[in-house]
């Protein structure tokens, strides 16, 4: 599964001529316990971890539409994975957004319905979004957070890591990238050592206590199919939320796309 999710994401920034990766974390610290309470763990029906969340309502976990790799639960309630002390509740149904083709292309949002609600409680809470469309100050500083691996050749990490990154303005991102896909922010990697790479995707980008991107591509290491963790020339790439609000209400409001 975790090479399927490769295969799928690499072929999909054929039209800016570079290829792309999800994400894991890289030169960021464990994430303490009591913290980020609104992470999830998207997982496969043999219970692999496919790709991070966030929980948004009581009904729904937020992620990337490029991590529709056969999702059938979602892990909330611990931070590391191999825990058994956790909550795990099943995916009703899955909302990719009806535009999306490949992170190339944009539109890198889905929300999974639960099969029952979630009461927020000491070690699970929600995360708000933005309540507008918003624009972020270049060099604002955020987090992101997911599992994986922690360098372009390590070992996958079973806790979840958290980094801090700077907001990189959308000129610059243009110019590195040679174009972008639609209502994307980006935040790290460029001019730094931190940031995401390959092997996690989906988690959020928090600014202000709000999430208000996900994790969606990164450039791979040249003639391979591993992320650029070493690191990468051009910045990470972030689905912006704020620009998705209307469709994640019609969603609230049981409308289908």
Partial sequence: MF?????????????????????????????????????????????????????????????AAHCDLNPKHVVLGNHHLRNTDKLVIQIAEKYKHPCYRNVGHGYDIMLLKLSRPVRPCRTIKFIRLPFREMTLNEIEKCRVAGWGKINTRGNVVDDLRVVRVSVISPQVCRERWGGLPPNIICAGGYNTTKGFCQGDSGGPLVCKGMAVGIVSFNKRLPGTELGNCNYPDAPNVYTDISKYLNWFRRILQGEKS
Avoid: W
Avoid at 38 to 43: E, G, I, N, P, T
């Fill in 3 to 63: 090479a399927l999710q490769q295969f799928a994401v690499i072929h999909a920034l054929t039209f800016l001529g570079q290829n792309a990766l999800g994400s894991e974390i890289i030169n960021g610290k464990i994430a303490p316990d009591n913290k980020m309470l609104y992470m999830a763990s998207v997982r496969n029906n043999r219970g692999y971890h496919i790709c991070g969340g966030f929980l948004v309502s009581e009904n729904f976990v937020m992620t």
